[in-house]
């Protein structure tokens, strides 16, 4: 496959890559911090690795950055092992946390330093310093130091600086988190557009879960140095398979239950405000094993009409109603049992002391119940 | 001292100057300061730079000796060793005794090292300034964003290029703040010309005319521009330092970012770095030998050993005195020292006093003015006033003293203050205590140990001070330690054992404070000589 770079500018001949790692283990000092991690990411994907801090997703990072060795396990970058290979003879660039421009350059000069180091003509670097500075808009700040531009622009240019090398691998470390609120999500569209222009394998570190879901192509969810579960934002979103990655990606509602029947297509689980219909999951299960349910806030229906006869329909009774603008979080009690909801249609008037809430069964999420401890979002 | 410069019979004019520049003798002492200082700084910086750059990038063997090792030499005035390295450097010295014996050099005809008494001065100054460049070297290393130079690396730089490019220039403005204090001191170093006799410097030149007393304004202008080069200096590389603040990232616990290298690499560092650092020790263990000789002409080492020296000291008159005199000075000036610079820390870091910028600025312009300045503005302005240092030089040589130290004393109370918590000050306020006694009960058990330790090294460095001692004291009488070791160097039977003797004492006061103060402080070793 031909490399996007090429398209954009100018030049390429060279080939989305690959990157592929096996089992890698990392020790910092006494700390075991990556617990054997295997990760394929495909060419030209835009790979997030998400995780609370400490979970050891930038130490994973500079593994993959060539600035640190793991003590087991192996890297490709294509078909090449890069493992032990030095940070520079790896064509990986990364974008660091707070940009790491080099403040006695200019821009101009900031974006040609990986250039000149391999040595390109000049109209060459010239053409490509050019061509990263207009990718992120920056055209005309050529002159200026690090030092005078806002965050905005010192992140673009920390972008233009990595892309102007044509990496193999783009590394990302949490590159939006020194920008406020307003900029962070305009970035964020920026950013997915021009990778998916560039089409450069990119890993992206993150620990908002709201940049990874937007952005990403697929997502690793990380903890404690192992990867928890890999797939598309829809996925994980919907079909999380632990606790963890449920109430790590989003609001949840999770509820201790215990299998009571076994069919085909359904899964009835004994919870303790009644029973409830569900899809059968993805990990083999018996009667009697004790599960957690899971259902998003949003995924509860508020059924207006009582007539109808739904599967898994509840009496609730209303404990608060929060009016966010665009929904309003509700928060029930079914027979004492605590259930978050959102209510999406503006309710004049209120609501009444009482609804009816239904849990489709598709919605609901069987868990294992392995682990005990609840996890903070 | 400015009046006397510019100032002549009422009139305005820099005629002086141009005096300075037409007057051979004076022209040649400029040139030859300019000279040896930038040889000394040069030399100083291309030791100190690799040295500093081994020690925190890479993982040494045994590196905690090599630290303590490399800044041994701060303990000592280099004017002290250079006593002890004028006897080692005879021509029938010690070395040259070595020399012969190793068949290097003719015995009949040694070479005469004294007759380079410019390279004597350079190599003494390299040496003892190596741990200040070493300190402020590492300093600017430590400063430097290590994701910087990660970047670098990740863009494909490696090996020198990523230091040319990345690392050196980044380290400037520190190297430029090491290499000004470094110019300054081999500049204004008063000690080891003296020592030498080499008089083709301003410092000494200064001294003399001071000694004659003569009343000649060429000596004011000389000390002004002497100031103005140091304060320029000063300045610029305080602003360049403050131009490229960089926020740094925190490091993952457990990534020391020290590179491993092969072992046999690794001793080889170590054993170049600890040659240096040994060439470094070496006027000091000069001294010490010259201390304990009793017997040392014609041989290597000295054949016989005594302790004579050191009870002289106490029954010498001129040693006593001293003894007696510079206890008295050093105490007066640290007490003086621990007062003024917690009222000006105190007023600076709670922001109670207007222009606090200015107050600051104030402080630290002793580190900026070099002693001799200080000590020849004192004479010039106190001439013929009961204060004249000729009649009794007391009270300015206290405050002489004071005024040196109180940079880092403001520094020590501000670091004291910034940690105690102005929170319970505010509390003990509310509970209706007043400010006197929010400030005796609460505010100074906090900063106590910082007040100490600034204390301690004010007074220790107040017993070494060397050009305010030797230019204000005239009368024997009032000799501190450092003159009465400049009296004795000159003197011929056991003058230089004696002179050795009194500077271990010296140093021993120094090195022991300087444990102490750093322990108070809950510091690592020589933090207190950083600006």
Known sequence: ?377 | MLKGAVVYEGRFTLDFFALLLRDPQLADALKGSFGLALTSTSLTLALAIPIAYAMVRYRLPLKGVLNVVLLVPMISPPFVSAIAVRKLLARFGPINQLLIALGVVDPTNPPSWLDYPFWGIVILQVLHFLPIAYLNCVAALARIDRSLEEAAQSLGAHGFRLFRTVTLPLMMPGLFAAGSLVFILAFTDLGTPLVFNYTRVIAVQVFHRVEQALEDPTGYAMVLLVMVLSVVIFWTSKRWAERWQVQTMPRAAGETGECILPLPLAWLLFAAIFLVAFLAILPNIAVVLNAFADRWFMTILPDRWTTRYFEQLLVYSLTATAIRNSLLYSLASATLDILLGLAIAYLVVRGKAPLPQWLDGMAMLPLAIPGIVVAFGYVGAFANTPLDPRQNPVLLLIIAYAIRRLPYMVRACYAGLQQASEILEEASLNLGASPFRTFVKITLPQILPHLIAGGIMAFAFAMLEVSDSLILAFDQRYFPITKAIYALANRLEGGVQMASAMGILGMLVLGFSLVLSTRLMGRRMGEVFKV
């Open chain 1, 1 to 377: 496959m031909v490399h996007p770079f090429r398209r954009l500018l100018g030049d390429g001949d060279q080939t989305m890559m690959p990157v592929r790692v096996e089992n890698i283990v990392k020790w910092l000092g006494k700390t075991l911090v990556l617990r054997g991690i295997t990760l394929d990411f495909r060419a030209g994907e835009f790979f997030f690795l998400l995780g609370p801090s400490g979970c050891g997703k930038t130490t994973f990072l500079r593994v993959l950055a060539g600035f640190l060795f793991p003590e087991e396990g192996r890297v490709f970058f294509g078909e090449r092992e890069v493992t032990f290979l030095p940070p520079h003879k790896r064509n990986a660039a990364m974008v660091f946390q707070h940009y790491a421009l080099f403040p006695h350059m200019s821009v101009w000069d900031n974006v040609a330093y990986g250039l000149k180091v391999r040595k390109l003509p000049r109209h060459e670097i010239e053409l490509r310093v050019r061509d990263a500075l207009r990718l992120v808009r920056l055209k005309g700040f050529e002159r200026r130091f690090p030092l005078q531009l806002s965050g905005g622009q010192q992140q673009r240019v920390a972008l233009a600086r990595a892309i102007a090398v044509h990496p193999d691998l783009l590394l990302l470390d949490e590159p939006l988190s020194n920008l406020d609120a307003k900029l962070r999500a305009e970035m964020r569209s920026e950013l997915k557009e021009l990778q998916r222009k560039l089409g450069v394998t990119t890993v992206y570190v993150t620990h908002d879960q709201k940049e990874a879901l937007a952005m990403a192509d697929r997502i690793a969810v990380m903890r404690e140095g192992r990867v928890e579960q890999v797939g598309t934002p829809t996925e994980l979103y919907r079909r999380p398979r632990s606790r963890f990655v449920a109430e790590f990606l989003g609001d949840a509602n999770v509820w201790e239950g215990r299998i009571v029947a076994l069919h085909s297509e359904q899964v009835s689980v004994e919870t303790p405000f009644g029973i409830l219909h569900c899809h059968p999951p993805d990990f083999p299960v018996r009667e009697g094993e004790r599960v957690w349910v899971m259902i998003r806030p949003e995924a509860v229906v508020f059924v207006s009409d009582g007539s109808q006869q739904l599967p898994n329909t509840f009496v609730a009774r209303i404990e608060r109603a929060v009016y966010l603008g665009e929904a309003t979080e509700v928060v029930a009690r079914v027979r004492d049992i605590k259930v978050k909801a959102l209510h999406f249609r503006a309710q004049d008037g209120g609501f009444a002391h009482e609804v009816r809430l239904q849990f489709a069964p598709n919605d609901l999420v069987l868990l294992p119940r392995e682990e005990a401890a609840t996890v903070a979002v």
